[in-house]
T-cell receptor, first 114, second 114 residues
Framework: AQTVTQSQPEMSVQEAETVTLSCTYD???????LFWYKQPPSRQMILVIR??????QNATENRFSVNFQKAAKSFSLKISDSQLGDAAMYFC???????????FGAGTRLTVKP | GAGVSQSPRYKVAKRGQDVALRCDPI?????LFWYQQALGQGPEFLTY????????KSGLPSDRFFAERPEGSVSTLKIQRTQQEDSAVYLC????????????FGQGTRLTVV
């Protein structure tokens, strides 16, 4: 069964604007990790940002930040000041602590318009 | 090496043919993962190695799929008697150890079965 749901197959943003990508997940666990990965046409998955479920503070990495709502099982990614190089597929992923099976959503294709 | 290296990058196989896909993880990385990514989908977990031990193979779709990592470094994913539904990108990832949250991905091998 799919654990991670990305409801936006495609998103578009104007250069320098802000965009938010949505992700929800289903789990009965309390200790887990959440990730956003970027996959450009080269196919290599690049870690954008990660969140540990026990941390209430939302993770931030430069222009990338998350809105982690544990009770709602929601984990959205906000990209500020979008750049042309941000165009890619973005995957949300979930992994239980001490478990090797990382579950990915179906992805959101982000287009950045100049 | 500097990153996870996979070869070949592209493989076309005739239905019924056997294929072998290679993964060179980052030097010293204990954990190694294989994922299958169908077109337009997120990666799906296949199998996990800790050093040479295959600790989890729950994601392998059939007994035609076999993975090994005999010396705890390079890994090979073998698919016997390939079928059209095996067409996908096969991603390899490695991480320093089982408690390490981040996995580093290679660029994948795109397998097309004709």
């Amino acid at each position: 069964a799919q654990t991670v749901t990305q409801s936006q197959p495609e998103m578009s943003v104007q250069e320098a604007e802000t965009v938010t990508l949505s992700c929800t997940y289903d789990t009965s666990e309390s200790d887990y990790y959440l990730f956003w990965y970027k996959q450009p046409p080269s196919r290599q998955m690049i870690l954008v940002i990660r969140q540990e479920a026990y941390k209430q503070q939302n993770a931030t990495e430069n222009r990338f930040s998350v809105n982690f709502q544990k009770a709602a099982k929601s984990f959205s990614l906000k990209i500020s000041d979008s750049q042309l190089g941000d165009a890619a597929m973005y995957f949300c992923a979930y992994r239980r602590r001490n478990n090797n099976d990382m579950r990915f959503g179906a992805g959101t294709r982000l287009t950045v318009k100049p | 090496g500097a990153g996870v290296s996979q070869s070949p990058r592209y493989k076309v196989a005739k239905r019924g043919q056997d294929v072998a896909l290679r993964c060179d993880p980052i030097s010293g990385h204990v954990s190694l993962f294989w994922y299958q990514q169908a077109l337009g989908q997120g990666p799906e977990f296949l199998t996990y190695f800790q050093n040479e031990a295959q600790l989890d193979k729950s994601g392998l779709p059939s007994d035609r799929f076999f993975a090994e990592r005999p010396e705890g470094s390079v890994s090979t994913l073998k698919i016997q008697r390939t079928q059209q539904e095996d067409s996908a990108v096969y991603l390899c990832a490695s991480s320093p150890g089982p408690t390490h949250t981040e996995a580093f991905f290679g660029q994948g091998t795109r397998l097309t079965v004709v």
